[in-house]
């Protein structure tokens, strides 16, 4: 790429965040809109950033997720934001199901000073996460345990969590299409969200900014089978309204 400093700064603002308007890229650079949109299509001819209607991503395939050890350290600020929101919310006293994300990982982390919690979980990082309050009973679904992340999932899995219906399920996507469907990567993790979701009184999502028009092959759900959606940053269009005909309530996790 023999691009200028500004596409640089561009190219990885876009990489930091996973995907952004041409409005929010215009103001956090400095420049024009003309000059964003320009320096952005010269980056989409080469193949390094991909554009969606109104703003831009970073390019990637729609059917494998990135590694989880680069996920743990990907938008890691914003997730502990979101995560801090989320444990602000959750009262003492009440019935959880946590699923697979590093996302949800950073939510356990913030849920260690709750007292009367009862947690299931397919998510072996929670466990051992909330393992270390005891005020806290963590209750682990059983399954085949995938050893890239120690997630459990299999029809084990399904079987088990539909045992429980609990106050709140806490859980993350790889994907928030502009189309208003939740998506990820992996069918048998998806089944397992989608028993998840059937068993809870209230469903909150919590997926950072940058899975905002991010691509994925499988669909797990739609917004309006949310109750509450937390992320770091502002939607860009058309999830504002998206969320307001499907009755999500919108908790941005800003920075202090």
């Known amino acids: 790429m023999n691009s200028n400093p500004r596409q640089i700064n561009l190219l990885d603002t876009v990489r930091a965040r996973g995907s952004v308007t041409v409005e929010q890229l215009a103001d956090m650079l400095g420049v024009t809109l003309q000059t964003v949109r320009r320096d952005v299509q010269r980056l989409a001819d080469e193949g390094l950033l991909t554009r969606f209607h109104g703003g831009v991503r970073v390019p990637s395939s729609t059917t494998e997720n990135i590694g989880y050890q680069q996920r743990e350290t990907l938008h890691a600020e914003g997730k502990a934001r979101i995560a801090r929101r ?45 393992s270390g309050n005891t005020s806290c009973e963590v ?78 092959m499988i669909q797990l759900g739609t917004l309006s089978q949310i109750d509450r959606l937390f992320t770091d940053a502002e939607p860009p269009a058309p999830f504002a309204d998206l969320l307001h005909t499907a009755q999500v309530r919108l908790e941005i996790a800003r920075e202090n």
């Open 86 to 130: 989320v444990a602000e919310l959750v009262p003492n006293d009440c019935s959880l199901i946590l699923n697979i994300g590093t996302t949800t990982e950073a939510i356990a982390k913030s849920l260690l000073r709750h007292t009367g919690l009862r947690v299931i979980t397919n998510n072996l990082n929670v466990a051992t996460i909330l």
């Open 139 to 216: 209750i682990v679904a059983g399954g085949s345990v995938r050893q890239r992340d120690r997630a459990i999932v299999g029809e084990a899995t399904i079987d088990f969590i539909r045992q429980f219906k609990v106050d709140i399920a806490l859980i993350g996507v790889s994907s928030i299409e502009a189309d208003g469907s939740l998506r990820d990567f992996d069918l048998r993790e998806v089944k397992v969200a989608q028993t998840i979701i059937a068993q809870a009184r209230e469903v909150w999502l919590a997926a950072d900014a940058s899975k905002f028009n991010r691509p994925a």
